[in-house]
């Protein structure tokens, strides 16, 4: 049996493992012909990489979960530890996508595993929770859309800040934000800015090591199955665990890491969940081929003349999160429009959207933060990233999803993937 997103045979970690006899089986919820779960069917979930991060998603309501799965056997050891009975531990994703009884799989993987764990989920009739970066690369983005929308799955991608919670620095959530800038308060077009002074906190000196020095593989660690599609390195215990973003091959540094949370709101803020910028430019030292380093300034800009400009050195102090040519808003709320909290209350709330995981999974209905949305909002980071490393000014077709007469550039929307990992 081979996997679509891999074509290649899973291996079997586990003794006695049982084996499905297809990936194509549909999810019980649609075996009753409807297509939706009754409200007494229990949804119910699976974790697949549970370090850190997946071991804090164990127990999130709405699905039940029912299974747990890391090539680190401690952190799988420790998962199930935490999650009681009933819950059954694996080492290989593709055992857990065989199981009829798993209606949605949690992706914590680091980032250069999450398009293909979330391509084979998707065809294996499984809806999908996946941690921010969405992909490491923009042509893994683009591949997982289609995945997701052609076997019909729901998909939601885990930052939230567009739709809950109080956004950074600003004592409110976006929703006000949101109301300003549609009725077009500020004017348009609009420069947002993203720094330190309004709100938001890059892990900015989050960086890769040099020349590590080779180090003997933990026996509780398949190094092989971790580094998955990535490049081959030896091991040193910088590379995995909490300390992986720091290198081209797995993330993105700070900005690939912390990237989505704060510009997903910004792209839904700007109107662009169906496009991208068309001009980027960085600024910062020459880049390791390995390790990830620090930038100090990069601005994006639209067609329509919006530009997000993200300073990472946090140089401009009085740098207003949101300027047009009609106003300005800050962080905290103030802005030199008078009365601007109460004009936000008197406007029309935003379109609603399905802010609830297991309702969109219930009902079919698409999630707010969705497969199509979050491949737009992932690009924007994955643009700036490729800007960091090649150090010169990029032309981008939002449209054709490449750069326009830069076939260096173009080499990083579809990266190769190590033998015999393949989308």
Same mark, same amino acid.
């Given at each position: 049996?081979?996997? %679509?997103?891999?074509?290649?045979?899973?291996?079997?970690?586990?003794?006695?493992?049982?084996? /499905?006899?297809?990936?194509?089986?549909?999810?019980?919820?649609?075996?009753?012909?409807?297509?939706?779960?009754?409200?007494?069917?229990?949804?119910?979930?699976?974790?697949?990489?549970?370090?850190?991060?997946?071991?804090?998603? =164990?127990?999130?309501?709405?699905?039940? =979960?029912?299974?747990?799965?890391?090539?680190?056997?401690?952190?799988?050891?420790?998962?199930?530890?935490?999650?009681?009975?009933?819950?059954?531990?694996?080492?290989?994703?593709?055992?857990?996508?065989?199981?009829?009884?798993?209606?949605?799989?949690?992706?914590?993987?680091?980032?250069?595993?999450?398009? =293909?764990?979330?391509?084979?989920?998707?065809?294996?009739? %499984?809806?999908?929770?996946?941690?921010?970066?969405?992909?490491?690369?923009?042509?893994?983005?683009?591949?997982?859309?289609? /995945?997701?929308?052609?076997?019909?799955?729901?998909?939601?991608?885990?930052?939230?800040?567009?739709?809950?919670?109080?956004?950074?620095?600003?004592?409110?959530?976006?929703?006000?934000?949101?109301?300003?800038? $549609?009725?077009?308060?500020?004017?348009?077009?609009?420069?947002?800015?993203?720094?330190?002074?309004?709100?938001?906190?890059?892990?900015?000196?989050?960086?890769?090591?040099?020349?590590?020095?080779?180090?003997?593989?933990?026996?509780?660690?398949?190094?092989?199955?971790?580094?998955?599609?990535?490049?081959?390195?030896?091991?040193?215990?910088?590379?995995?665990?909490?300390?992986?973003?720091?290198?081209?091959?797995?993330?993105?540094?700070?900005?690939?890491?912390?990237?989505?949370?704060?510009?997903?709101?910004?792209?839904?803020?700007?109107?662009?969940?169906?496009?991208?910028?068309?001009?980027?430019?960085?600024?910062?030292?020459?880049?390791?081929?390995?390790?990830?380093?620090?930038?100090?300034?990069?601005?994006?800009?639209?067609?329509?003349?919006?530009?997000?400009?993200?300073?990472?050195?946090?140089?401009?102090?009085?740098?207003?999160?949101? $300027?047009?040519?009609?106003?300005?808003?800050?962080?905290?709320?103030?802005?030199?429009?008078?009365?601007? &909290?109460?004009?936000?209350?008197?406007?029309?709330?935003?379109?609603? &959207?399905?802010?609830?995981?297991?309702?969109?999974?219930?009902?079919?209905?698409?999630?707010?933060? *969705?497969?199509? *949305?979050?491949?737009?909002?992932?690009?924007?980071? *994955?643009?700036?990233?490729? /800007?960091?490393?090649?150090?010169?000014? =990029?032309?981008?077709?939002?449209?054709?999803?490449?750069?326009?007469?830069?076939?260096?550039?173009?080499?990083?929307?579809? &990266?190769?993937?190590? /033998?015999?990992?393949?989308?």
């Amino acid at each position: 049996m081979k996997n %679509k997103a891999t074509g290649i045979k899973r291996r079997d970690f586990l003794k006695g493992a049982a084996a /499905a006899a297809s990936l194509t089986i549909l999810p019980r919820r649609l075996l009753g012909g409807s297509g939706q779960t009754p409200p007494s069917d229990e949804l119910t979930k699976a974790v697949i990489g549970v370090g850190g991060m997946g071991r804090g998603h =164990l127990s999130y309501p709405g699905a039940r =979960l029912l299974a747990v799965c890391d090539v680190d056997t401690n952190h799988l050891q420790q998962a199930l530890d935490m999650s009681g009975p009933g819950v059954a531990g694996y080492r290989d994703f593709r055992e857990v996508l065989e199981r009829r009884d798993i209606d949605i799989v949690h992706i914590p993987t680091p980032p250069h595993w999450h398009a =293909l764990i979330a391509i084979a989920a998707a065809e294996a009739g %499984k809806d999908i929770w996946c941690e921010k970066p969405m992909t490491r690369t923009i042509g893994e983005g683009r591949r997982v859309v289609e /995945a997701v929308q052609r076997n019909g799955r729901i998909f939601r991608i885990n930052t939230w800040f567009r739709f809950t919670d109080r956004f950074y620095g600003f004592g409110s959530t976006v929703k006000p934000i949101k109301k300003l800038v $549609e009725n077009r308060i500020f004017g348009w077009p609009l420069k947002i800015t993203v720094s330190e002074t309004t709100g938001f906190n890059w892990k900015f000196y989050w960086s890769g090591k040099t020349h590590l020095p080779p180090q003997p593989i933990p026996d509780e660690l398949d190094y092989d199955f971790w580094l998955g599609p990535a490049p081959y390195k030896p091991y040193h215990p910088h590379r995995i665990h909490g300390t992986f973003r720091g290198y081209w091959d797995y993330d993105g540094g700070g900005l690939g890491d912390m990237g989505m949370h704060y510009l997903d709101p910004v792209q839904y803020l700007l109107e662009k969940d169906d496009t991208g910028p068309i001009e980027i430019e960085a600024d910062g030292e020459q880049q390791h081929p390995d390790a990830c380093g620090s930038w100090r300034r990069i601005s994006l800009k639209y067609a329509d003349g919006c530009e997000i400009v993200l300073d990472g050195e946090n140089r401009d102090t009085e740098a207003p999160f949101i $300027e047009g040519p009609k106003g300005k808003l800050y962080r905290g709320f103030r802005s030199d429009i008078p009365n601007i &909290q109460a004009v936000a209350a008197a406007l029309p709330d935003p379109e609603p &959207q399905v802010t609830d995981f297991s309702q969109a999974v219930r009902t079919r209905q698409t999630f707010a933060l *969705n497969e199509a *949305n979050a491949h737009r909002s992932c690009t924007i980071v *994955n643009l700036a990233k490729i /800007a960091v490393r090649l150090g010169r000014p =990029l032309r981008f077709d939002p449209v054709e999803e490449r750069f326009i007469g830069d076939p260096d550039a173009n080499r990083y929307i579809h &990266q190769p993937m190590r /033998a015999p990992w393949r989308l």
